[in-house]
């Protein structure tokens, strides 16, 4: 039986694609081993957000190298797409799959001997159609489920279209299938990701277009006992009605990641994002009057292009004052054709990363003000199968990190747990409520 290794970059889109292409190896035999095992081949699926992610391609190969030097690499995702033909540059690599051809790896395996030569399949992104369904299968508690591809968005800052395509998307109908069976099988949380999940609803050849809240509003009706999450959703997207049928659900968890990338109107307009402060700072007032105990995250960038310190600090004092419970904070990194990287006013790379210091300190503050809170309040947790120094983890509806000490039994259960102190790491230390209905099953 072959054996086959498996290691994936960037975000949880690529971690549920992963999943999927695994399966399919799975399903033709193979014996699927944990990256770093000498493993006959390696898969590696690659992402491009940011710099880093791109120079990460090249130390992953050499660690599969290091052991087994006779192993078959296969490089796909976003990198693969972009740059196919220097990841074939990097020793060791034999084959690399573009966006069209990832979910067809199985076929370009006619055997595991290294190659003489890389062999690189790739086309043009806007010849990549059709939406192929991922959903993430490694641990039943919470399960990414991918219903859309691709971004017709043109961010200045953004390679995602060029690596993923025009977006698309899953019917109503076979997100609802997988959603069943992802429950039926233990799941008990589904967290809906997408590269522009708000965009939700395109579909080839389809001329009735539905949209996101057809597909919230659908799951919302299945008379099945689980929890959803929305990932991240774009504000001009997330509309009142979503917000709604969130508040009112039992289903969907109080939880918004919301990117706004910029406090600065004149930095959004340069981004070409497609709202302006006013909008974004609306939609968490929305969310606050109508689920008060709601997370909300925030995607920011420090020094795009232009950012003068008045901007950084329209940005940091706009966040300052809003409501809103955590900052995920990126340092603006040049992308090869992408109208930012021909923009003249370059910020130094030394006050860039200083800004986002400054903003992880605010995010940290805010993250810290919003679980203490919650100490002395009794939540609803749901824990995973994760155990480090004697201790469970879990999540509450609200997206609260939780700890217990660690028992079996609580794994993919969900729990009344009283909330006692924060740690350093923003976790909660609890104490299981012991009444009748303490574990919900």
């Not at 809240?213 to 099945?224: F, R």
């Not at 999450?229 to 009605?241: A, D, G, H, K, V």
């Not at 910029?262 to 700072?281: A, D, P, T, V």
């Not at 028992?407 to 009344?416: F, R, S």
Request: hydrophobic share 40%.
């Amino acid at each position: 039986m072959n054996t086959v290794a498996f290691h994936t970059l960037g975000c949880k889109l690529n971690f549920a694609e992963t999943s999927t292409i695994a399966r399919s190896f799975r399903d033709a035999g193979w014996m699927k081993v944990e990256f770093g095992s000498p493993a006959d081949v390696n898969i590696i699926n690659t992402c491009s957000v940011t710099e880093q992610a791109d120079r990460e391609c090249k130390t992953i190969v050499n660690r599969a190298l290091s052991a087994n030097p006779a192993t078959f690499i296969a490089i796909t995702g976003c990198y693969a797409q972009l740059k196919p033909e220097s990841i074939a540059n990097i020793k060791g690599v034999d084959l690399v799959l573009g966006a069209a051809e990832k979910f067809n790896i199985l076929k370009h395996l006619h055997h595991v001997d290294k190659l003489q030569e890389t062999k690189v399949i790739a086309c043009d992104i806007n010849e990549v159609s059709g939406f192929h369904y991922s959903m993430s299968a490694n641990d039943r508690t919470r399960i990414f489920l991918k219903v859309q591809d691709g971004c017709d968005y043109q961010c200045t800052f953004c390679t995602i279209p060029l690596a993923r395509g025009k977006s698309r998307s899953d019917t109503i109908e076979n997100a609802l299938a997988n959603i069943h069976t992802a429950v039926e099988n233990g799941g008990r949380e589904i967290v809906l990701t997408g590269v522009n999940l708000g965009d939700f609803g395109i579909n080839e050849g389809n001329a009735d277009r539905s949209f996101f809240i057809d597909l919230v509003q659908a799951i919302e009706k299945i008379d099945k006992d689980f929890r959803v999450r929305i990932s991240s959703i774009e504000p001009n997207l997330l509309t009142e009605e979503i917000i709604e049928v969130v508040a009112a659900s039992k289903k969907f968890m109080p939880h918004f990641h919301i990117p706004l990338q910029s406090g600065s109107n004149r930095i959004l307009k340069l981004m070409r994002r497609r709202y302006l402060r006013e909008l974004y700072s609306d939609r968490i007032s929305m969310i606050r009057k109508l689920i008060p105990h709601c997370c909300i995250g925030v995607d920011v960038i420090t020094g795009f292009p232009g950012e003068t310190e008045k901007d950084f600090m329209d940005t940091f004092n706009f966040l300052n004052e809003l409501d809103v419970s955590y900052l995920h904070v990126f340092t603006y990194s040049e992308r090869n054709n992408t109208l930012a990287a021909e923009m003249k006013e370059i910020i130094p790379v030394n006050e860039r990363r200083e800004r986002n210091k400054r903003l992880r300190n605010l995010s940290a503050k805010k993250l810290s003000a919003f679980y203490r809170n919650y100490i002395g309040t009794s939540v609803k947790v749901l824990f995973e199968s994760e155990e480090k120094d004697n201790m469970i983890f879990g999540y509450s509806e609200n997206y609260l990190r939780v700890k217990l000490p660690y028992d079996a039994h609580l794994v993919n259960q969900v729990v009344a747990v009283d909330l006692l102190q924060i740690d350093d790491d923003f976790c909660i230390t609890g104490k299981q409520v012991h009444v009748n209905d303490a574990v919900f099953n």
